[in-house]
T-cell receptor
């Protein structure tokens, strides 16, 4: 079983919808949680970075971490066609350690 | 803002050949990570370097080796290539904070697409 599980989707939503992406993990040593966006054949682009439990908001994006449940979420408000990409959750036990990724969720936002 | 540079962007090799991938981190970043992403898969950690010393090692085959040079760029050397080595190879860089966190986020390069025929 993988250390990080992510619903692979695919997820298809209309423009303007609220999108919820989720990951669960089994390693309680993870302290740092990230969400990356990856367009086809491109490198992952950092969207959100969170330390420990709590919420973090940046524009249309909100990241939530619940360490007690080993569950993290990314919410995208007012989704746009340009948000269509693969979203990867990633986590690490230290601030400089290797990242362990989820499988990625393919999101399509249609006009 | 400057980003991570990887070269070459595309590489085609025959089985049993060797390949060298290069990574130039963001200026002032001292840590480099290498990841391998197979088709339809998530990136898998291979190896990392901090201040030119290996800091962590993942599922990197013995046929692969890597190093970080004095100018902080890194090279991944791959020998006796196999068909299964065909993948996207990403380099990421970060800068270790002297005290607190946040600045150690890993920034990824565009990747090198290796195809082994």
């Amino acid at each position: 079983q993988k250390e990080v599980e992510q619903d692979p989707g695919p997820l298809s939503v209309p423009e303007g919808a609220i999108v919820s992406l989720n990951c669960t993990y089994s390693n309680s040593a993870f302290q740092y949680f990230m969400w990356y966006r990856q367009y086809s054949r491109k490198g992952p682009e950092l969207l959100m970075y969170t330390y420990s439990s709590g919420n973090k908001e940046d524009g249309r994006f909100t990241a939530q971490v619940d360490k007690s449940s080993k569950y993290i979420s990314l919410f995208i408000r007012d989704s746009q066609p340009s948000d269509s990409a693969t979203y990867l959750c990633a986590m690490s036990g230290t601030s400089y350690g290797k990242l362990t990724f989820g499988q990625g969720t393919i999101l399509t936002v249609h006009p | 803002a400057a980003g991570v540079i990887q070269s070459p962007r595309h590489l085609i090799k025959e089985k049993r050949e060797t390949a060298t991938l290069k990574c130039y981190p963001i200026p002032r970043h001292d840590t480099v990570y290498w990841y391998q992403q197979g088709p339809g898969q998530d990136p898998q950690f291979l190896i990392s370097f901090y201040e030119k010393m290996q800091s962590d090692k993942g599922s990197i085959p013995d046929r692969f080796s890597a190093q970080q040079f004095s100018d902080y760029h890194s090279e991944l050397n791959m020998s006796s290539l196999e068909l299964g080595d065909s993948a996207l190879y990403f380099c990421a860089s970060s800068r270790r904070a002297s005290g607190r966190l946040v600045t150690d986020t890993q920034y990824f390069g565009p990747g090198t697409r290796l195809t082994v025929l």
